[in-house]
């Protein structure tokens, strides 16, 4: 196999940053999140340099330990941890634990994880049971995206966060939110696969030099197995994921792929340069299916309708 190296990505802050991110999403037993440092050291080892965390993943701190644990120094790395949907009413506390927790100083990217802000009956805590998690909140019309996104700018102003961005955001959404905000979000972190291309997002990210990130860039098991994803890995002589990676770096888009296996991770980021007929013939794969955050019938997802989101 003839592999290139991932490009790097140019922020609109002007940071540079790798064009894979590793996804620090673990799970949410203690054990899950107490051996994820164990893989984000291997993840460092492997050379990855970018990683996706969240304050609801509960992996800063291993994230942070493994960091300084492996020797190499901060601004090697990029570090990028998001706000909890139902912190938005206390953005502050939220962002100064996530930097106690990661135990540094500053963030490269703070990312609002939704747009939406939400209430739970346990305040600034996360309710014990996961139904509550999923179910048991109230979606708040105040602070509302524009009022999370004008407190994320301070603390891109006081250079606590070096660039800040937004999750789940529409081509709907950044719309309006362009009509309140001073800076442009730096990134949208969307779920992004084959079977779920979203062509215009990325035509007008890529107009409004905002990058897109690609979480559950893989699609799992479902894209994994896809037949043309099956014949392109044959060809390549690569995994079904070195493929769908490939796709995603062709289009300009960082994936942010999750392994704790030491042999997935550097496959991860050993991709094959695929040719630009064969970006077409994936990208044609495109179901406008969401795999991982899906609507119910009821087309509501989190409190919010699809028509909220902005999703077709
Ligand atoms: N912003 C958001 O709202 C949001 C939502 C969801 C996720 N995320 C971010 O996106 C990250 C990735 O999400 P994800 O875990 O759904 O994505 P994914 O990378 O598409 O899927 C991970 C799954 O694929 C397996 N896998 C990884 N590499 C593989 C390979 N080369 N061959 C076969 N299987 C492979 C992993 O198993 P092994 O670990 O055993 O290899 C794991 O089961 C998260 O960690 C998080 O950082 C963000």
């Known amino acids: 196999m003839t592999t290139f190296t991932v490009p790097a990505r140019k922020l609109n802050t002007g940071a540079v940053t790798p064009g894979v991110a590793l996804g620090c999403a673990a799970g949410f037993t203690v054990e899950d999140i107490i051996g994820s440092k164990a893989w984000f050291l291997t993840a460092i080892k492997a050379g990855y340099r970018f990683f996706d965390t969240a304050q609801v993943y509960g992996t800063e701190q291993t994230l942070g330990d493994a960091i300084r644990e ?44 939704f747009p939406q802000s939400v209430q739970y009956p346990t ?24 009022d999370n996104w004008a407190q994320l700018e301070k ?9 800040i961005g937004v999750s789940n955001f529409s081509v709907k959404t950044l719309e309006a939110l ?44 479902k894209v994994r197995n896809d037949p043309v994803i099956i014949g392109l890995a044959k060809k390549y002589d690569v ?8 796709w995603h770096v062709a289009r300009g888009v960082i994936p942010v ?17 695929l040719s630009p007929e064969e970006v077409i013939t994936i990208s044609a794969l495109d179901r406008n299916e969401r795999i991982i955050n899906k609507p119910g019938p009821d087309g509501v997802l989190y409190g919010w309708t699809k028509e909220q989101y902005g999703w077709a």
Not at 95 to 113: I, T
Not at 134 to 140: A, D, S, T
Not at 197 to 208: G, H, R, S, T
Request: include cysteine.
């Open 155 to 163: 603390f891109y102003e006081a250079g606590k966060a070096k660039a």
């Open 239 to 246: 995994s079904p994921n070195q493929i769908i990676m490939a």
């Open 70 to 113: 492996s020797g190499i120094r901060r601004e090697e790395v990029t570090v990028l941890t998001k706000l909890a949907w139902h912190r938005c009413e206390y953005i502050e506390r939220a962002f100064n634990e996530s930097l106690k927790a990661l135990g540094m100083d500053y963030v490269d990217l703070y990312l609002l994880h």
């Open 178 to 221: 362009s009509r309140t905000a001073k800076i442009t979000p730096a990134v949208n972190q969307v779920e992004m696969s084959p079977y779920l291309a979203q062509n215009d997002l990325v035509e007008y990210c890529k107009d409004k030099g905002i990058v897109i990130m690609a979480y559950s860039p893989s699609g799992h098991e």
């Open 257 to 273: 792929p999750k392994s704790a296996d030491p042999g997935r991770q550097i496959e991860n980021i050993t991709l094959p340069e």
């Open 123 to 146: 305040g600034y805590d996360v309710p014990m049971d996961f139904d509550t998690i999923l179910h048991g909140f109230k979606v708040l019309d105040k602070p509302d995206f524009h």
